[in-house]
């Protein structure tokens, strides 16, 4: 199982971004299905989670900014990034509560895709 994130960049304050994120591999069932980000010198933080019933939560720092949307057929996960401030500059990672063939619910992890934003 393998979750490949893309989308991030540099973007000037007040711009958008749009990350996306795809589970591919032997999969029975995805549960929840989220973004994080750790910016340099900080804790990785959570910024959005949605569950399998499409029920969301956010940092309270993107809320009202960032929206999280899910497609289940896909397996992906997308984050859609408004009015990007300089503070949301961070390494965005996906992550997900994956039932592979063969085993049990397990947390996964993407590979992490930059995110700036500056002037």
């Known amino acids: 199982v393998q979750l490949q994130a893309s989308g991030g960049g540099l973007v000037q304050p007040g711009g958008s971004l749009r990350l996306s994120c795809a589970a591919s591999?032997?999969?029975?069932?995805?549960?929840?299905m989220g973004w994080y980000r750790q910016a340099p010198g900080k804790q990785r933080e959570l910024v959005a989670m949605?569950?399998?019933?499409?029920?969301?939560n956010y940092a309270d720092s993107v809320k009202g900014r960032f929206t999280i949307s899910r497609d289940n057929a896909e397996k992906s996960v997308y984050l859609q990034m408004n009015n990007l401030k300089p503070e949301d500059t961070a390494v965005y990672y996906c992550?997900?509560?994956?039932?592979?063939?063969?085993?049990?619910?397990?947390?996964?992890w993407g590979q992490g895709t930059q995110v700036t934003v500056s002037s």
């Open positions: 591999g032997s999969i029975i069932g995805i549960n929840t």
């Open positions: 949605t569950t399998s019933g499409l029920s969301t």
């Open positions: 992550n997900a509560n994956i039932w592979p063939v063969g085993s049990h619910y397990q947390n996964y």
